[in-house]
C-alpha cells in the first residue's frame, strides 16, 4: 500500500485560540496520533502523561503525550496526541479515524467516510 496524507487541524482546549493545520501521514499501524511538541504547546496542548511507544524498527521511546481537537474531512473528533520532536511529520493513528468514520481504501490509496459510526 501507498502512503495516504489528510489535512488535518488540531486544536487545545485551553482557551488559545490557535490551530496547527498540516498533512498528516495516515498510519494505520500507529494508535495514536503525532505532531511537532513545538506545534502542540503553541496551540495549547499540555502534556497530560508520558508513555513508551513502539516505533516500526521495533526500537521503543518514551513520549508526552496530551489531547487535542482533531478536524479532518468535515467531522471532528478528541483524541491522544504524542508530541514529538521538531521537524517530525506528523502522523494520524487509526484511533482518530475510527472515531470519526474513516475506513482506509488500500485499492484506491484514500480514505472514505462511512455513512454511519458503530456505537
Known sequence: MGFIHVPVKLQGFEGVNAAYEASFLVDSGAIDSMAPASELRRIGVMPMGRLTYEHADGSAHDYDFGFARIELMGRVTAGRVVF?????????????LESIGVTIDPLRQTLRLLPTIRL
Do not use: E, M, Y
Not at 514529538?84 to 482518530?96: E, F, K, N, R
Open 84 to 96: 514529538g520532536p521538531d521537524g517530525v511529520d506528523p502522523l494520524l493513528g487509526i484511533t482518530a
